[in-house]
């Protein structure tokens, strides 16, 4: 009995303030869906030019592989910096390069590396219509 070889597929998470993206990376021949929509009609054209990034940062490797992500919560840019990085990070999963690694660190950390920066929480006391830190201007003498 001769064993069937399973392909390949690689499951990758991107992380941006509050959204959060999920990708599927497997053999086939360069399709890209965003939540079962095809990159070009997905958000405006600025945005759909930051995910192409490290599609084209890859190459040739994209034309082997078919993308399927899956995007919850946050705003748009936050979305759309989520997707890129789970499509940066699954790609170089799914290659193992030492070179595509280094592409994607030279050209922008954050296609591979998680922004760890929070908004600062809500503070009481009438702090809200002027900032979490901010206080009321007062005079020393």
């Known amino acids: 009995m001769v064993k ?63 993308i399927e992500v899956s995007v919850r919560s946050g705003g748009t840019t936050g979305q759309t910096e989520a997707v890129r990085m789970a499509i940066a990070r699954g790609l170089l999963d799914f290659s193992g390069s030492k070179e595509l690694k280094n592409k994607f660190l030279q050209y922008d950390r954050n296609l591979l590396v998680f922004d760890f920066r929070r908004n600062e929480p809500h503070h009481a006391g009438g702090a809200s219509k002027r900032g979490s830190r901010r206080h009321k201007q007062r005079s020393k003498r």
């Open 4 to 66: 069937k070889e399973k392909p390949k597929v690689i499951i990758t998470v991107g992380k941006r303030k509050n959204a959060i993206a999920r990708a599927k990376i497997t053999p086939g021949t360069g399709r890209i869906l965003i939540n079962s929509r095809p990159l070009e009609v997905w958000g405006n054209e600025f945005l759909r030019m930051r995910i192409m990034e490290p599609l084209i940062l890859a190459g040739d490797l994209v034309k082997k592989v078919n």
